[in-house]
Each structure stands twice: as structure tokens, then as C-alpha cells.
């Protein structure tokens, strides 16, 4: 079946730098990636789509300078937390969409200190 | 507008017990229909998946879901409970087109008790 693979799982930085997460499809080729943010006891919340070739697509609310989304390939999605700070901690998930749905990566959890 | 409702925030059931996690949706087209399960920490899995053809669907880890396009639902079930699958279940809609994107219900956590 399809595969999404996320790294980091989990990454820890200190405010100000940057965090780069990636999102790989591994056994299909993806045009289309879905980056999202959860909170603590909160449903998933779509910051952007990405597609291949093409600048991202923000959903209203999000800033696009501060996250950064790259898909260079039809496999690869990266989301750049630049200038981090605390609010930004939160659990990211990526999805990515292919002949069989929308499947989804295992999450980084970012912690910003 | 899209949107998905999952009305229960919390279900607890007892092990061996029936389970039934409702989810409603509007969608002006013809839509995909998920459910995904996300344990604690995790990526969500997918559970099931609904495009057309049969309205009963099934999934993995015994799970099902039906379809029923006239009370817009299309409500999660399995007849026995595990307690491994204590976790958060969503309900998801999406578009038959690609690029277009998934909206998730606001999730359903599920406790089991023994």
C-alpha cells in the first residue's frame, strides 16, 4: 500500500533557528502534499497545499514567510519552521494524495525552547 | 461550505462490547469518505474508505462503516471492541479531484474499559 515518510519524529530547537520537516511518498508519486498542524486534543488543521512544481497554497491565518513549504519533486514536501519560537510547538502531519486517497505521514513532533 | 461533524467527543466502551462512532457530513458533490485512527503521538491510519458502490465498507481491524447518502452519515462500527483500539478516530471528506483537500471531523476519542 502507499507509504508516507516523515522526518524527523520528533525535533527540539531553540528559539530563533530554523527546522526543516520532510515529507516523503515512498512507493508513489505524489503531485499533491497536505501539510497540517494539531494541537494538544484538537483535530488536524490544514496549513497549506503543496503542490509540485508550484508555489504552495496557504490556508487563511497562516503566514506563509514563517513556514515554508518546498515540493521539488514528486516525492519530497519540506516545511521550513524558520525563526522559531514556543508558540510554534505542535505536532505536524503531512499527507500526501494518490490514486488510492490520502495518506498520511507519522507526525514530527516540534518543541521549541 | 464543506464541513463534518463528529457529535460524540468521547465514547467509552466496555472490551467485547458493540461500537458505533457517528459521523455526518455536507459535501455539495460527490465525495470521498474516510475514517482514520490516530493513536497517541501518531500518524493517522487509515482505516477504511468509501468512493462509490457498495455503501457498506470494510476496513481494517474489523472496523466498518455504512454509507448512507439520504441522512448524509456515514457512521463507524465494529462488534467487538479490542482495548488496543482506545484511540481518536476521524471522520474525513474529501473530492473526487485531486489537489483538493481533506476536511476532518473534529475527532472521537475512545476509551475502553475492561
Known amino acids: 500500500g502507499a507509504v508516507v515518510s516523515q522526518h524527523p519524529s520528533w525535533v527540539i530547537c531553540k528559539s530563533g533557528t530554523s527546522v526543516k520537516i520532510e515529507c516523503r511518498s515512498l512507493?508513489?508519486?505524489?503531485?499533491?502534499m497536505f501539510w497540517y498542524r494539531q494541537f494538544p486534543k484538537q483535530s488536524l488543521m490544514l496549513m497549506a497545499t503543496?503542490?509540485?512544481?508550484?508555489?504552495?497554497?496557504?490556508e487563511q491565518g497562516v503566514e506563509k514567510d514563517k513556514f515554508l513549504i518546498n515540493h521539488a519533486s514528486l516525492t519530497l514536501s519540506t516545511l521550513t519552521v524558520t525563526s522559531a519560537h514556543p508558540e510554534d510547538s505542535s505536532f505536524y502531519i503531512c499527507?500526501?494524495?494518490?490514486?488510492?486517497?490520502?495518506?498520511f505521514g507519522s507526525g514530527t513532533r516540534l518543541t521549541v525552547v | 461550505a464543506q464541513s463534518v461533524t463528529q457529535p460524540d467527543i468521547h465514547i467509552t466502551v466496555s472490551e467485547g462490547a458493540s461500537l458505533e462512532l457517528r459521523c455526518n457530513y455536507s459535501y455539495g458533490a460527490t465525495p470521498y469518505l474516510f475514517w482514520y485512527v490516530q493513536s497517541p503521538g501518531q500518524g493517522l491510519q487509515l482505516l477504511l474508505k468509501?468512493?462509490?458502490?457498495?455503501?457498506l465498507v470494510q476496513g481494517i481491524k474489523g472496523f466498518e462503516a455504512e454509507f448512507k447518502r439520504s441522512q448524509s452519515s456515514f457512521n463507524l462500527r465494529k462488534p467487538s471492541v479490542h482495548w488496543s483500539d482506545a484511540a481518536e478516530y476521524f471522520c474525513?471528506?474529501?473530492?473526487?479531484?485531486?489537489?483538493?483537500?481533506?476536511?476532518f471531523g473534529a475527532g472521537t476519542i475512545l476509551r475502553v474499559k475492561s
Open positions: 499527507s500526501a494524495r494518490g490514486t488510492e486517497g490520502y495518506t
Open positions: 468509501y468512493f462509490s458502490g457498495d455503501t
Open positions: 503543496s503542490n509540485e512544481g508550484s508555489k504552495a497554497t496557504y
Open positions: 474525513a471528506v474529501g473530492p473526487m479531484e485531486y489537489g483538493n483537500k481533506l476536511v
Open positions: 512507493d508513489f508519486q505524489a503531485t499533491t
